[in-house]
């Protein structure tokens, strides 16, 4: 783990007399909006906080570990850590929070599953209790905005920033396209915005509109900036930018990259101002809970395989990994001919049906999920018993992404490969990025036998692929036009390090 911290970085203080914001915010190199922010006080309660004390988060101190209690966070924040079952820090987290309290600009490496997410909502949660607003908060404009590259991103993060919230009068929003442009306008109409989480294409729609006004934005994150770059996204992310205040001295940025790539940091001097820089090697992300193993097989001989697999197993839930749509729709329309409760995950199914999917496969109503790779990142269900690598993935990385499906909060998975004469290439360098020599075996004769499929075919509850005008979706993380790129055909864009008006470009 390499880390490069700002030894001027100062611990959060809050002084609730202080009279002069301004200064105070100064002080701790704090960005801020002079005349809409109060001074720091934790004197101001929620509605919905009880009578719960710091006391009752008991964690035992342990050398060479950081606890959430070691920060200084509001009561109603520690409360929902302690129901979420946080106790230690991860590296990310330990190394982010204390700058992202001082105020200071974040660069962040870290790959996911690393705990980001929690790190930078920590920081904002903290923010935002700590400096009320001095006049009524105006609707659609948000104080902290995070930007992810996907729907399924973007969801998760608001869901994690629903629990963290949960004693706390503050609003959390998501604008993903996929659903319903309306619903999520009444949403944003009906109070205020405190955190607002977007994929870039819809939050753009609604800066257009004018339902959303990004003028007084305090922090601004931006997850995964590595994806947002290889998906084209980032002439939106910067339309995005000119749309918020100053950098520096009106406005934190905080930005996350699995890779710090040349691009990535040239990105990174345009949008921030002396950021602290940290960086936290990956780990290797496959475990000893999770069985690996690679089934050598035909091509032809793939669909039988996995249906048997299946039967004979009586496996409950699954998630399959095709490469592309097409192969995951044609795959789970056969497993629902043949009987099997299948559903399709992938960037063609509208977003309110995605949501009814995951819903019918946590709760058992459907048994196989087929997923593309960008769609399966989003899938954070316990009980995935096993995960089958239809046809390996084109990318070593997105094999540990896969795996990672199963095997969660340390119970037992397996993860199942099927190579055929397309694919088996990619053997060896799935084994040099996981560390594990993978066992390569011919199935049984049993597997590999022709079966009668069931005379009537299994509903698939959400599952319908078409795609209406309403629903406008055409690719996994909703790109706008000037931006649209394919699942199959990333687009990779360069950047440079021009401005525009002054603002960042």
Same mark, same amino acid.
């Given at each position: 783990?390499?880390?490069?911290?700002?030894?001027?970085?100062?611990?959060?203080?809050?002084?609730p007399?202080? =009279?002069?914001?301004?200064?105070? =915010?100064?002080?701790?190199?704090?960005? @801020?909006?002079?005349?809409?922010?109060?001074?720091?006080?934790?004197?101001?309660?929620?509605?919905?906080?009880?009578?719960?004390? *710091?006391?009752?988060?008991?964690?035992?101190?342990?050398?060479?570990?950081? @606890?959430?209690?070691?920060?200084?966070?509001?009561?109603?924040?520690?409360?929902?850590?302690?129901d979420?079952?946080?106790?230690?820090?991860? *590296?990310?987290?330990?190394?982010?929070?204390?700058?992202?309290?001082?105020?200071?600009?974040?660069?962040?490496?870290?790959?996911?599953?690393?705990?980001?997410?929690?790190?930078?909502?920590?920081?904002?949660?903290?923010?935002?209790?700590?400096?009320?607003?001095?006049? *009524?908060?105006?609707?659609?404009?948000?104080?902290?905005?995070?930007? =992810?590259p996907?729907?399924?991103?973007? /969801?998760?993060? =608001?869901?994690?920033?629903?629990?963290?919230?949960?004693?706390?009068?503050? @609003?959390?929003?998501?604008?993903?396209?996929?659903?319903?442009?309306?619903?999520?306008?009444?949403?944003?109409?009906?109070?205020?915005?405190?955190?607002?989480?977007?994929?870039?294409?819809r939050?753009?729609?609604?800066?257009?509109?004018?339902?959303?006004?990004?003028?007084?934005?305090?922090?601004?994150?931006?997850?995964?900036?590595?994806?947002?770059?290889?998906?084209?996204?980032?002439?939106?992310?910067?339309?995005?930018?000119?749309?918020?205040?100053?950098?520096?001295?009106?406005?934190?940025?905080?930005?996350?990259?699995?890779?710090?790539?040349?691009?990535?940091?040239?990105?990174?001097?345009?949008?921030?101002?002396?950021?602290?820089?940290?960086?936290?090697?990956?780990?290797?992300?496959?475990?000893?809970?999770?069985?690996?193993?690679?089934?050598?097989?035909?091509?032809?001989?793939?669909?039988?395989?996995?249906?048997?697999?299946? @039967?004979?197993?009586?496996?409950?839930?699954?998630?399959?990994?095709c490469?592309?749509?097409?192969?995951?729709?044609?795959?789970?329309?056969?497993?629902?001919?043949?009987?099997?409760?299948?559903?399709l995950?992938?960037?063609?199914?509208?977003?309110?049906?995605?949501?009814?999917?995951?819903?019918?496969?946590?709760?058992g109503?459907?048994?196989?999920?087929?997923? $593309?790779?960008?769609?399966?990142?989003?899938?954070?269900?316990?009980?995935?018993?096993? +995960?089958?690598?239809?046809?390996?993935?084109?990318?070593?990385?997105?094999?540990?992404?896969r795996?990672?499906?199963?095997?969660?909060?340390?119970?037992?998975?397996?993860?199942?490969?099927?190579?055929?004469?397309?694919?088996?290439?990619?053997?060896?360098?799935?084994?040099?990025?996981?560390?594990?020599?993978?066992?390569?075996?011919?199935?049984?004769?049993?597997? /590999?036998?022709?079966?009668?499929?069931?005379?009537?075919?299994?509903?698939?509850?959400?599952?319908?692929?078409?795609?209406?005008?309403?629903?406008?979706?055409?690719?996994?993380a909703?790109?706008?036009?000037?931006?649209?790129?394919?699942?199959?055909?990333? +687009?990779?864009?360069?950047v440079?390090?021009?401005? $525009?008006?002054?603002?960042?470009?």
């Amino acid at each position: 783990m390499s880390i490069i911290l700002d030894a001027t970085t100062t611990a959060n203080e809050s002084t609730p007399n202080d =009279a002069n914001p301004s200064a105070k =915010a100064a002080e701790k190199g704090k960005p @801020r909006k002079n005349d809409k922010r109060k001074a720091p006080s934790r004197a101001r309660k929620s509605k919905k906080e009880s009578s719960w004390s *710091p006391a009752e988060f008991i964690v035992a101190q342990e050398e060479g570990k950081k @606890r959430f209690l070691d920060f200084d966070l509001p009561d109603q924040l520690l409360h929902a850590i302690q129901d979420i079952g946080f106790e230690y820090c991860t *590296p990310i987290q330990a190394e982010t929070i204390k700058p992202a309290l001082a105020g200071k600009d974040i660069i962040g490496k870290a790959q996911t599953g690393t705990g980001k997410t929690a790190a930078f909502l920590v920081g904002i949660v903290t923010d935002l209790i700590d400096y009320p607003l001095t006049e *009524p908060q105006r609707q659609g404009e948000p104080r902290a905005l995070i930007i =992810a590259p996907t729907r399924e991103l973007a /969801l998760q993060i =608001a869901d994690d920033a629903e629990l963290l919230t949960k004693y706390t009068d503050l @609003r959390v929003i998501s604008l993903v396209g996929g659903m319903d442009y309306d619903k999520q306008r009444k949403q944003i109409k009906g109070g205020n915005t405190d955190i607002l989480v977007a994929t870039p294409g819809r939050l753009i729609d609604f800066v257009r509109s004018k339902d959303v006004d990004l003028y007084n934005v305090e922090v601004l994150v931006l997850d995964e900036a590595d994806r947002m770059l290889s998906m084209g996204f980032i002439p939106d992310v910067r339309t995005i930018i000119r749309n918020t205040p100053r950098k520096g001295s009106e406005r934190q940025t905080l930005l996350y990259s699995a890779t710090f790539t040349d691009d990535i940091m040239n990105l990174a001097r345009q949008w921030t101002v002396d950021p602290v820089q940290i960086e936290i090697e990956a780990e290797r992300q496959t475990t000893d809970n999770i069985s690996q193993k690679v089934f050598l097989v035909s091509s032809k001989e793939k669909y039988k395989l996995l249906r048997n697999y299946i @039967r004979i197993n009586n496996i409950e839930r699954v998630i399959v990994f095709c490469n592309r749509r097409g192969e995951t729709r044609s795959l789970a329309e056969k497993l629902r001919r043949d009987g099997v409760k299948a559903a399709l995950m992938s960037g063609e199914i509208p977003q309110h049906k995605r949501v009814k999917t995951l819903e019918d496969f946590r709760s058992g109503k459907i048994t196989v999920l087929v997923a $593309t790779d960008v769609a399966g990142r989003g899938i954070h269900i316990d009980g995935v018993t096993h +995960v089958v690598n239809y046809q390996l993935p084109e990318d070593a990385d997105d094999y540990v992404h896969r795996i990672g499906r199963t095997g969660r909060a340390g119970a037992v998975g397996t993860s199942i490969c099927f190579a055929c004469e397309n694919d088996s290439f990619m053997i060896p360098e799935i084994e040099q990025e996981t560390g594990v020599k993978l066992e390569c075996i011919h199935p049984d004769e049993a597997l /590999l036998v022709e079966f009668d499929p069931v005379k009537e075919p299994a509903e698939a509850p959400a599952a319908d692929t078409t795609v209406s005008d309403e629903d406008n979706v055409t690719a996994e993380a909703e790109p706008t036009s000037e931006t649209a790129v394919s699942e199959e055909e990333p +687009v990779v864009t360069k950047v440079d390090e021009q401005t $525009t008006h002054g603002k960042e470009a």
